[in-house]
């Protein structure tokens, strides 16, 4: 039996104009030839890949990348057909579904190069892949002397098509990084190798957010924005360099007020004990919606322009604000938990600095008990 009803009053707001401003951002950094891939992987960070998707799309963007099959497929599911790379390659068993959703995988060794060639010339095609080269980051793709050894083999291989070539900068956030220029070399070196090898792929890629805004890589054809367009800086340095908007705002409602007296315990381990008569706000939202536990006692809330502290543990579905200094509180009004309101601001740069984690796994781990709702344009 279908019945309607009101969700959870917890939800984020995404807004779509931040998103395009933020890709306006990383472009600034573009030259003539480039073009951006952007990273829709992980669910778009957490603010919903499909809708994302088809906002970069409305904006001119015809190239993406995910993570995995699945992520792809959501996308084809849901109409976007244009150039689609999974980074995290093609895993056994997986050939026949990137030629029927015309996917390119990353290349990332010589046993899923031949699987793949060999199932493409079963199937009488080609699958255009990316071939990643490992220059530095020490975690999958071609090192480049495997691919020296592997090199004559790849170019009998009929049943593959070698669009790109690729690699990942692993502290391109460090803007004096001698590891960065040893990668940009080490990455250079093998696509002049494989340019005397006869293949010449048409697109080259290996600068992230960081990477693309504090490093000139001129024959790259593409960027790959990911966290940049989501708001959050690729590093410390980058506060100067960027005029990022965030997209994210995590908002959840007053389920219930009371007024505890001084010397009440809040929440699990009675940690926390008023030192007035308090006026307790209860909020439907915890820790299994990506509410960091390690908030208790410490996190923030914005309510009617002012900053308000969350007092005890945060529960797996509740967390708790004083707002004794908000007397015009009630029940039904939204604390804004991340992002803009009212002139105040916590970001997801803030989350990341006092979690000791990174703004990339704060909005990652925003869950999908938290609707989405979309704002400023279609989805």
Wanted: aromatic share 8%.
């Amino acid at each position: 039996m279908a019945v309607e009803f009101p969700p959870r009053p917890t939800w984020a707001d995404i807004d779509l104009n931040a998103l395009l401003h933020n890709l306006r951002q990383a472009q600034r950094f573009f030259q003539p030839h480039q073009r951006a891939l952007t990273v829709v992987k992980a669910d778009a960070y957490g603010h919903g890949a499909v809708p994302v998707a088809r906002c970069f799309q409305r904006a001119g963007v015809c190239d993406f990348a995910v993570a995995t099959l699945e992520e792809a497929i959501e996308l084809r599911d849901a109409g976007i057909d244009d150039a689609l790379l999974v980074l995290g390659g093609c895993h056994p068993g997986q050939e026949k579904a990137f030629m029927a959703y015309n996917l390119m995988p990353a290349l990332l060794d010589p046993q899923m190069a031949l699987r793949l060639s060999a199932a493409a010339e079963q199937q009488g095609c080609r699958i255009p892949a990316h071939l990643k080269i490992d220059s530095g980051m020490g975690r999958v793709g071609f090192l480049p002397n495997l691919l020296r050894d592997f090199l004559p083999q790849l170019q009998q291989l009929k049943g593959l098509e070698i669009v790109g070539l690729m690699s990942h900068l692993a502290c391109a956030d460090e803007l004096d990084s001698g590891v960065t220029l040893q990668q940009l070399e080490r990455f250079r070196s093998v696509r002049q190798m494989l340019r005397d090898g006869g293949i010449v792929p048409r697109d080259i890629h290996i600068s992230n957010s960081a990477g693309l805004s504090g490093w000139d890589v001129p024959e790259a054809t593409l960027m790959r924005p990911g966290i940049m367009l989501y708001g959050g800086l690729p590093g410390p340095d980058f506060d100067d360099k960027l005029e990022l908007r965030p997209v994210m705002h995590l908002r959840s409602c007053i389920s219930q007020l009371r007024t505890l007296p001084k010397g009440s315990g809040v929440s699990y381990g009675h940690n926390f004990y008023t030192e007035r008569d308090t006026r307790v706000a209860v909020l439907p939202i915890g820790y299994a919606d990506g509410y960091n536990r390690l908030w208790s006692n410490r996190g923030q809330g914005i309510l009617h322009g002012q900053k308000i502290p969350l007092i005890g543990r945060v529960c797996m579905d509740w967390i708790m604000f004083d707002v004794t200094d908000v007397p015009q509180a009630k029940v039904g009004d939204s604390i804004t938990l991340l992002g803009f309101s009212e002139g105040l601001s916590i970001l997801g740069d803030f989350w990341a600095e006092q979690l000791d984690t990174i703004s990339y796994e704060v909005f990652c781990r925003i869950g999908s008990r938290v609707p989405r709702r979309y704002l400023g344009g279609p989805v």
